[in-house]
């Protein structure tokens, strides 16, 4: 059962233009949310996060919005530059869970060209 | 500085064989994970362990095992029995009351 999902596994985008990535949830116990990105045979750094008590947050180019009617997230990279170019996972975390276990959708990987 | 080290970063092993995959992190952090990475599949829970000598199996522990004897140490061991290795493994670290991971670079293991 796939609790955390990312539908699209890619992702093209020119440089400068807006990059819209996007994450499905099912587990209403999840209330807290981040973006990691991760480059081809490194580890993932995290990129920003979202509590469920905000719909917004921002930091920079990057802005996460979540809805959580839809239970819906989504990370918008504007402009979007080359070095961008990554693979993109979002991750949740469920309330009560002291230790803050997160749960992956399986990844988007993000081109930005020239 | 500090940090997640995994060693090696790429290893081959024989079919049949075990193998341990190393994970040290300096960082005081109480909890330390390892996933697995396949392609379409994302972050895959293999194991966890919030406290010293106390350890959990996340989703796909089948062939795998842990131990947690150190607060800085969770060394991951791929068993003869674990039915394809081939992947690429992250360890990751948090602490008590604050969400997120740090992530170590990986280690990419092949069978051969």
């Known amino acids: 059962d796939q609790q955390v999902k990312q539908n699209s596994p890619s992702l093209s985008v020119q440089e400068g233009r807006i990059s819209i990535l996007n994450c499905d949830y099912t587990?209403?116990?999840?209330?807290?949310f981040l973006w990691y990105k991760k480059y081809p045979a490194e580890g993932p750094t995290f990129l920003i996060s979202?509590?469920?008590?905000?719909d917004k947050n921002e930091d920079g180019r990057f802005t996460v919005f979540l809805n959580k009617s839809a239970k819906h997230l989504s990370l918008h990279i504007v402009p979007s530059q080359p070095g961008d170019s990554a693979v993109y996972f979002c991750?949740?975390?469920?309330?009560?869970?002291?230790?803050?276990?997160?749960?992956f959708g399986q990844g988007t990987i993000l081109t930005v060209h020239p | 500085d500090g940090g997640i080290t995994q060693s090696p970063k790429y290893l081959f092993r024989k079919e049949g064989q075990n193998v341990t995959l190393s994970c040290e992190q300096n960082?005081?952090?109480?909890?330390m994970y390892w996933y697995r990475q396949d392609p379409g599949q994302g972050l895959r829970l293999i194991y966890y362990?919030?406290?010293?000598?106390?350890?959990q199996k996340g989703d796909i522990a089948e062939g795998y095992s842990v131990s947690r004897e150190k607060k800085e140490s969770f060394p991951l061991t791929v068993t003869s029995a674990q039915k394809n290795p081939t992947a690429f493994y992250l360890c990751?670290?948090?602490?008590?009351?604050?969400?997120?991971?740090?992530f170590g670079s990986g280690t990419r293991l092949t069978v051969v």
């Open positions: 990751a670290s948090s602490i008590r009351g604050r969400r997120g991971y740090t």
């Open positions: 587990n209403s116990m999840f209330d807290y």
């Open positions: 979202i509590s469920s008590i905000k």
């Open positions: 991750a949740a975390s469920a309330y009560g869970t002291s230790y803050g276990k997160l749960t």
């Open positions: 960082l005081n952090h109480d909890a």
């Open positions: 362990s919030q406290i010293v000598n106390d350890f």
